[in-house]
Nanobody
Framework: QVQLVESGGGLVQAGGSLRLSCAAS????????MGWFRQAPGKEREFVTA????????YYADFVKGRFTISRDNAKNTVYLQMNSLKPEDTAVYYC??????????????????WGQGTQVTVSS
């Protein structure tokens, strides 16, 4: 089992940057592909980005391409989300998750077995 704890959220002006971190417990972290999702008030949780277990492959939702970067440090059991050029529509609770069902596409919530508690990101205009 993996326990995940996000940090780094906060309030930022439009155009600004934030770096989210997701610290994982457990020795098996390096075997899990990881993802970031977000959920805005009144909306469904949506896929943001994902990274393979080794970090060699990354995937992004179209609305964050060129602005967000996912990375991981398996030695530190941590995955990161660097968010640049933030927009008010990026306001949401951001969740990291560990993917267990590798035959489910990386952008599908059902493929992720372990979730963090989320961290709030608020972008003011």
């Amino acid at each position: 089992q993996v326990q995940l704890v996000e940090s780094g959220g906060g309030l930022v002006q439009a155009g600004g940057s934030l770096r989210l971190s997701c610290a994982a417990s457990g020795r098996a972290f390096s075997s899990y592909p990881m993802g970031w999702f977000r959920q805005a008030p009144g909306k469904e949780r949506e896929f943001v980005t994902a990274i393979s277990s080794s970090g060699s492959n990354t995937y992004y939702a179209d609305f964050v391409k060129g602005r967000f970067t996912i990375s991981r440090d398996n030695a530190k059991n941590t995955v990161y989300l660097q968010m640049n050029s933030l927009k008010p529509e990026d306001t949401a609770v951001y969740y990291c998750a560990a993917r267990k069902q590798i035959y489910v596409k990386y952008d599908q919530i059902s493929g992720y077995a372990y979730w963090g508690q989320g961290t709030q990101v608020t972008v003011s205009s």
